[in-house]
């Protein structure tokens, strides 16, 4: 008899060893749905895949930019408006002060449904990148308005009367 009560262990040992296993599984189950649902972003290899995401606001990363490289994270719909964070990975080559700029970063908010360059209306955007760009423009404006004041004056004078 007492070899049945073990074996009537054993058999409930196994079970319960199998329930925990069967719980973790779910446990784990559980944390990839929700991390993928949260945190996971898509990624796009191109601009228009990037746009039809940009369209409908769907978590997305992208990295793209011509003379300047972005990487482009949208982070969802808030409200009517969609948010993309912007980060600068290189700089303009033929610019100097733009390459100060690498790994900086703004956020940019969009309204839902547009589809454009985030950094193009930086009125939306805020951050240090947002910071040091217009740093960067009022510089380049300073520049051309000293450079071209003759030109700049005597467009705005009236002539002299002979």
């Known amino acids: 008899m007492a070899e049945e009560e073990v074996k009537k262990r054993k058999r409930k040992d196994g079970l319960r060893s199998w329930k925990w296993v069967l719980i973790i599984l ?10 993928n649902l949260f945190f996971a ?63 900086h970063a703004m956020e940019c908010t969009l309204p839902y449904g547009a589809i454009m360059a985030p950094e193009s209306d930086i009125g939306n955007c805020h951050g240090l990148l947002k910071e040091d760009l217009q740093d960067l423009i009022i510089r380049d404006l300073h520049a051309n308005i000293v450079q071209n004041l003759g030109r700049i004056n005597l467009e705005v004078l009236p002539a002299p009367d002979d």
Do not use: H, P
């Open 41 to 103: 972003y898509e990624g796009c290899e191109t601009w228009v895949c990037f746009n039809s995401r940009l369209e409908t606001c769907s978590k997305t990363e992208f990295i793209g930019g011509e003379q300047m490289i972005f990487e482009y994270i949208i982070r969802g719909k808030t409200g009517d408006s969609c948010e993309v964070d912007v980060e600068l990975l290189q700089g303009d080559l033929n610019n100097q002060d733009s390459l100060k700029l690498e790994g």
């Open 26 to 35: 779910v446990i784990l189950g559980l944390l990839y749905f929700a991390w």
